[in-house]
C-alpha cells in the first residue's frame, strides 16, 4: 500500500516549457487536491476533484489544468511555464471532502 | 474568504517540556473542520489531530492536544512531553468548502 506517490520528485524547465505532474492514490479515494507551497505561505490549493471525470478549481489556479481520467490518477498540467511556478507542488487525496487529506511527498519544480 | 493565521513564525522548546501553538481562523460557517499538520524535514505533510466543530470536546491524539475555542475561532496546538522527533513546520489548517492552510511555525526541539 504505496499510499498517495507523486512523479517526478524533482524537475528543472525553462521558461515557456509545458510539464506534466501526475499523483496516484492506491486508497481508492474519491477526492484528490493539488496544491503548491511556497516560503512562508502554507499550502495553497490550485485545482481539486471529487471524483473520476471531475475537476474544479481552487484557490489559485492560473496557469495550470488538470485531468482526471482515471479514479486512482490526478494530472496537474503546465503549458507554458513561468519563474513564478517555481514551488513545491503536494497532491494528496481523501475519502471525503471534509475527511482527513492525505500527502505525497512533494514534487520540487525550478522554473529558470 | 475564509483566511487561517498563525502568528508565531518560530517556536522553541526544551526536551520534555510542553509548548503550545496558536492559530485562530476566520469564518461565516458553523460546521467545518480542524486539522494540524506536522511537516518534517522529509517534506511529507502528516496528520497529527483533527477536530470538527460541532463537537465541544478537545480533540487528543497520545502527546498531541487542542484547545479549541469556537466562539474565539482559535484552535491551538499543545504538545506535551516533547520529543527531538516533534521538530518541524506545524500548519494548522481549516476546511469547509475547500482547504485553507496557515503560513506555519517552526518548531524548534533543544536536547
Known amino acids: 500500500n504505496a499510499g498517495v506517490t507523486q512523479t517526478p520528485k524533482f524537475r528543472v524547465l525553462k521558461t515557456g516549457q509545458s510539464m506534466t505532474l501526475l499523483c496516484a492514490q492506491d486508497?481508492?479515494?474519491?477526492?484528490m487536491y493539488w496544491y503548491r507551497q511556497d516560503p512562508g505561505m502554507g499550502l495553497r490549493l490550485i485545482h481539486y476533484?471529487?471524483?473520476?471525470?471531475?475537476?474544479a478549481k481552487g484557490e489559485v489556479p492560473d496557469g495550470y489544468n488538470v485531468s482526471r481520467l482515471k479514479k486512482q490518477n490526478f494530472l496537474l498540467g503546465l503549458e507554458s511555464a513561468a519563474p513564478s511556478q517555481t514551488s513545491v507542488y503536494f497532491c494528496?487525496?481523501?475519502?471525503?471532502?471534509?475527511?482527513?487529506?492525505?500527502f505525497g511527498p512533494g514534487t520540487r519544480l525550478l522554473v529558470l | 474568504a475564509q483566511t487561517v493565521t498563525q502568528s508565531q513564525p518560530e517556536m522553541s522548546v526544551q526536551e520534555a517540556e510542553t509548548v503550545t501553538l496558536s492559530c485562530t481562523y476566520d469564518?461565516?460557517?458553523?460546521?467545518?473542520?480542524l486539522f494540524w499538520y506536522k511537516q518534517p524535514p522529509s517534506r511529507q505533510m502528516i496528520l497529527v489531530i483533527r477536530?470538527?466543530?460541532?463537537?465541544?470536546q478537545n480533540a487528543t491524539e497520545n502527546r498531541f492536544s487542542v484547545n479549541f475555542q469556537k466562539a474565539a475561532k482559535s484552535f491551538s496546538l499543545k504538545i506535551s512531553d516533547s520529543q527531538l522527533g516533534d521538530a518541524a513546520m506545524y500548519f494548522c489548517?481549516?476546511?469547509?468548502?475547500?482547504?485553507?492552510f496557515g503560513a506555519g511555525t517552526r518548531l524548534t526541539v533543544k536536547p
Open positions: 494528496a487525496s481523501s475519502s471525503g471532502g471534509h475527511e482527513t487529506q492525505y
Open positions: 486508497m481508492n479515494h474519491e477526492y
Open positions: 476533484s471529487v471524483g473520476e471525470g471531475t475537476t
Open positions: 469564518t461565516s460557517e458553523s460546521d467545518y473542520y
Open positions: 477536530q470538527e466543530a460541532y463537537k465541544q
Open positions: 489548517a481549516y476546511i469547509y468548502d475547500d482547504m485553507r
